[in-house]
C-alpha cells in the first residue's frame, strides 16, 4: 500500500490556515468587545459631562447668592461700625477727605505699628478694615489680631493740610 504524502505547500498553507482563523476569530470577538465597551463609556461620559454641567451651573448660583449675601452683610457692618453723622462727614470732606470713612479705615490700616503688643507664634498684629469703628471726627475705635490673639484699642485721630491723618493711641487691651 502506498502512502500518500501531501505536499509541504498544501501542508503548510492548511496549519496557516488554521491558525490564521484562531487568530481573526478571537481577534474580532475581542475587537467587537472592545468597540461595546468603547459605546458603553462614551454613553457614561455623556452622562457624567451633563451632570457636570448642571452641578456647575448650580455652584455658580450657590456662589453667586453667597457672594451677595456677604456683601449686603459686610455693608451692613461697615454701616454699623460707624457712627459719623453726615454733618460730620461733610467736615472731613472739608479737611481734605474725600472718602472719609474709606481713607481712615484704610490709613489705619497701613499703621500696625500703633499697636502696643506684639504678635506670637510669628504672627503680626494688624488692623482690618471691616474692624474699625469711626466714632466721630476725631475718635476711633479697632480691633486688632495676628491671629492667634487679639485685642481692641481707642484711638485719636486728627486730619491736616491734604487730607494728612494723624494717630494716637488712647488706650489698648487684649482680649481675654
Same mark, same amino acid.
Given at each position: 500500500?502506498?502512502?500518500?504524502?501531501?505536499?509541504?505547500?498544501?501542508?503548510?498553507?492548511?496549519?496557516?490556515?488554521?491558525?490564521?482563523?484562531?487568530?481573526?476569530?478571537?481577534?474580532?470577538?475581542?475587537?467587537?468587545?472592545?468597540?461595546?465597551?468603547?459605546?458603553?463609556?462614551?454613553?457614561?461620559?455623556?452622562?457624567?459631562?451633563?451632570?457636570?454641567?448642571?452641578?456647575?451651573?448650580?455652584?455658580?448660583?450657590?456662589?453667586?447668592?453667597?457672594?451677595?449675601?456677604?456683601? *449686603?452683610? %459686610?455693608? +451692613? =457692618?461697615?454701616?454699623?461700625?460707624?457712627?459719623?453723622?453726615?454733618?460730620? @462727614?461733610?467736615?472731613? /470732606?472739608?479737611?481734605?477727605?474725600?472718602?472719609?470713612?474709606?481713607?481712615?479705615?484704610?490709613?489705619?490700616?497701613?499703621?500696625?505699628?500703633?499697636?502696643?503688643?506684639?504678635?506670637?507664634?510669628?504672627?503680626?498684629?494688624?488692623?482690618?478694615?471691616?474692624?474699625?469703628?469711626?466714632?466721630?471726627? *476725631?475718635? %476711633?475705635? +479697632? =480691633?486688632?489680631?495676628?491671629?492667634?490673639?487679639?485685642?481692641?484699642?481707642? @484711638?485719636?485721630?486728627? /486730619?491736616?493740610?491734604?487730607?494728612?491723618?494723624?494717630?494716637?493711641?488712647?488706650?489698648?487691651?487684649?482680649?481675654?
Amino acid at each position: 500500500m502506498a502512502r500518500r504524502t501531501l505536499p509541504l505547500a498544501v501542508l503548510l498553507a492548511s496549519v496557516a490556515a488554521l491558525v490564521f482563523g484562531m487568530l481573526w476569530g478571537s481577534t474580532a470577538q475581542r475587537y467587537r468587545r472592545a468597540a461595546a465597551s468603547v459605546d458603553e463609556l462614551s454613553a457614561a461620559n455623556s452622562a457624567l459631562q451633563d451632570s457636570l454641567s448642571v452641578v456647575t451651573s448650580d455652584l455658580a448660583q450657590v456662589r453667586g447668592d453667597s457672594e451677595s449675601r456677604q456683601e *449686603q452683610t %459686610a455693608s +451692613a =457692618r461697615l454701616q454699623e461700625a460707624m457712627l459719623l453723622n453726615d454733618f460730620e @462727614l461733610r467736615r472731613l /470732606v472739608r479737611m481734605g477727605l474725600k472718602d472719609p470713612v474709606n481713607e481712615l479705615r484704610h490709613d489705619l490700616v497701613l499703621h500696625p505699628e500703633l499697636i502696643p503688643y506684639k504678635g506670637i507664634l510669628g504672627g503680626t498684629m494688624g488692623f482690618t478694615n471691616d474692624s474699625i469703628a469711626l466714632l466721630s471726627t *476725631q475718635w %476711633a475705635f +479697632a =480691633r486688632f489680631e495676628d491671629g492667634h490673639i487679639a485685642g481692641r484699642c481707642l @484711638l485719636s485721630f486728627e /486730619v491736616g493740610p491734604g487730607g494728612r491723618i494723624s494717630w494716637k493711641v488712647i488706650a489698648a487691651t487684649l482680649d481675654q
